[in-house]
């Protein structure tokens, strides 16, 4: 079955990094498009960064140049470099994957931003 296993969460002091990973089975990984998505307490999930199978990606203005998005499509896994972190980067981190109607999620990874 289809698999999407985040890693990397964790405690983190302001101003500190984390690198997410997230190893995907039970798809043909280099036919997908891959993202991150957050979801804060109390909002709603939102697009954090996306690279496409051709390696095209995008950002969400609020981790532009913070943030940074790779594919590795021998190893089927998609990483989050997180850096210059701050306390409204605290949520749970989700993977996505997805080709044309086909989308999978995985069971997401917290982030949490404490002094």
């Known amino acids: 079955q289809v698999q999407l296993v985040e890693s990397g969460g964790g405690l983190v002091q302001p101003g500190g990094s984390l690198r997410l990973a997230c190893a995907a089975s039970?798809?043909?990984?280099?036919?997908?498009?891959m993202g991150w998505y957050r979801q804060a307490p109390g909002k709603e999930r939102e697009l954090v960064a996306q690279i496409t199978r051709d390696g095209n990606t995008n950002y969400a203005d609020s981790v532009k140049g913070r943030f940074t998005i790779s594919r590795d499509n021998a190893k089927n896994t998609v990483y989050l470099q997180m850096n210059s972190l701050k306390p409204e980067d605290t949520a749970v981190y989700y993977c996505?994957?997805?080709?044309?109607?086909?989308?999978?999620w995985g069971q997401g990874t917290q982030v949490t931003l404490s002094s």
């Open positions: 996505n994957a997805h080709w044309v109607v086909t989308v999978y």
């Open positions: 039970g798809i043909i990984f280099r036919l997908y498009d």
